[in-house]
Protein backbone atom coordinates (compact mmCIF):
# COMPACT_ATOMS: atom_id res chain seq x y z
CA UNK A 1 0.00 0.00 0.00
CA UNK A 2 1.40 3.14 -1.40
CA UNK A 3 1.61 5.46 1.82
CA UNK A 4 2.84 8.83 3.25
CA UNK A 5 2.43 9.25 6.98
CA UNK A 6 3.41 12.51 8.40
CA UNK A 7 4.42 13.12 12.47
CA UNK A 8 5.92 16.12 14.38
CA UNK A 9 3.29 18.38 14.26
CA UNK A 10 1.80 20.52 17.55
CA UNK A 11 1.84 23.82 18.82
CA UNK A 12 5.05 25.67 19.58
CA UNK A 13 6.12 29.15 20.87
CA UNK A 14 7.36 31.72 18.67
CA UNK A 15 11.42 31.13 18.01
CA UNK A 16 10.67 27.91 19.33
CA UNK A 17 11.90 24.72 16.63
CA UNK A 18 9.76 21.57 15.08
CA UNK A 19 11.05 18.76 13.57
CA UNK A 20 8.44 16.91 11.12
CA UNK A 21 8.55 13.63 9.77
CA UNK A 22 6.95 11.57 7.18
CA UNK A 23 7.28 7.85 6.79
CA UNK A 24 6.77 6.28 3.46
CA UNK A 25 5.54 2.62 2.31
CA UNK A 26 4.92 1.11 -0.65
CA UNK A 27 7.56 3.09 -3.26
CA UNK A 28 10.62 2.08 -4.25
CA UNK A 29 11.72 5.60 -2.01
CA UNK A 30 14.98 6.39 -3.73
CA UNK A 31 13.73 7.23 -6.45
CA UNK A 32 11.16 9.52 -5.40
CA UNK A 33 11.53 13.44 -5.35
CA UNK A 34 10.43 14.12 -1.81
CA UNK A 35 9.28 17.56 -0.54
CA UNK A 36 7.05 19.38 2.63
CA UNK A 37 4.50 22.03 1.21
CA UNK A 38 1.93 23.70 3.44
CA UNK A 39 -1.37 25.17 3.57
CA UNK A 40 -3.02 28.09 6.27
CA UNK A 41 -6.37 28.10 6.63
CA UNK A 42 -7.66 30.26 3.50
CA UNK A 43 -4.76 30.20 1.67
CA UNK A 44 -3.73 27.42 -1.16
CA UNK A 45 -0.92 24.63 -0.62
CA UNK A 46 2.51 26.33 -1.01
CA UNK A 47 5.94 24.80 -1.23
CA UNK A 48 8.19 25.07 1.60
CA UNK A 49 11.44 22.57 0.26
CA UNK A 50 12.27 19.59 -1.78
CA UNK A 51 15.16 17.02 -2.11
CA UNK A 52 15.87 15.47 -5.35
CA UNK A 53 16.91 11.74 -5.17
CA UNK A 54 20.50 13.04 -5.66
CA UNK A 55 19.75 15.30 -2.20
CA UNK A 56 20.11 18.08 -3.83
CA UNK A 57 17.65 20.68 -2.06
CA UNK A 58 15.33 23.75 -3.05
CA UNK A 59 13.51 26.30 -0.85
CA UNK A 60 11.18 28.67 -0.64
CA UNK A 61 11.86 32.12 0.06
CA UNK A 62 10.51 32.23 3.83
CA UNK A 63 11.72 29.56 5.36
CA UNK A 64 15.58 29.79 3.68
CA UNK A 65 17.62 29.33 6.26
CA UNK A 66 15.38 28.89 9.31
CA UNK A 67 14.07 25.18 7.86
CA UNK A 68 16.21 22.50 6.72
CA UNK A 69 14.78 19.32 4.33
CA UNK A 70 16.79 16.23 4.90
CA UNK A 71 16.08 12.03 3.74
CA UNK A 72 17.23 8.72 4.72
CA UNK A 73 16.73 6.24 1.98
CA UNK A 74 17.92 3.54 4.43
CA UNK A 75 14.61 4.50 6.18
CA UNK A 76 12.09 5.44 4.04
CA UNK A 77 12.26 8.84 5.75
CA UNK A 78 12.16 12.29 4.85
CA UNK A 79 12.53 15.46 7.46
CA UNK A 80 12.15 19.00 7.90
CA UNK A 81 13.95 20.39 10.63
CA UNK A 82 12.05 24.17 11.49
CA UNK A 83 14.11 26.61 13.70
CA UNK A 84 13.12 30.14 15.05
CA UNK A 85 9.22 29.51 14.04
CA UNK A 86 6.79 32.82 13.56
CA UNK A 87 3.57 32.80 13.59
CA UNK A 88 2.84 32.77 9.92
CA UNK A 89 4.89 29.64 9.79
CA UNK A 90 1.09 28.36 11.17
CA UNK A 91 -0.31 25.63 8.75
CA UNK A 92 -1.09 22.44 8.11
CA UNK A 93 2.62 20.70 6.26
CA UNK A 94 2.05 18.01 3.61
CA UNK A 95 4.63 15.63 2.21
CA UNK A 96 4.62 14.70 -0.98
CA UNK A 97 6.53 12.33 -3.06
CA UNK A 98 7.50 12.66 -6.79
CA UNK A 99 8.22 10.41 -9.60
CA UNK A 100 7.64 10.09 -13.02
CA UNK A 101 3.58 10.74 -13.27
CA UNK A 102 3.55 9.46 -9.82
CA UNK A 103 2.18 12.56 -7.00
CA UNK A 104 1.50 10.73 -3.96
CA UNK A 105 0.20 13.10 -0.60
CA UNK A 106 0.08 12.25 3.06
CA UNK A 107 -2.24 13.81 5.09
CA UNK A 108 -0.70 16.71 6.38
CA UNK A 109 0.08 17.24 10.05
CA UNK A 110 -0.78 20.74 11.85
CA UNK A 111 1.63 23.44 12.95
CA UNK A 112 0.49 26.35 15.26
CA UNK A 113 3.31 28.86 16.36
CA UNK A 114 1.63 30.76 19.10
CA UNK A 115 2.26 32.58 22.33
Known amino acids: QVQLVESGGGLVQPGGSLRLSCAAS????????MGWYRQAPGKERELVAT???????NYANSPKGRFTISRDNAKNMVYLQMNSLKPEDTAVYYC?????????WGQGTQVTVSS
Open 96 to 104: NAKYSNYDI
Open 26 to 33: GILFNVYA
Open 51 to 57: ITSGFST
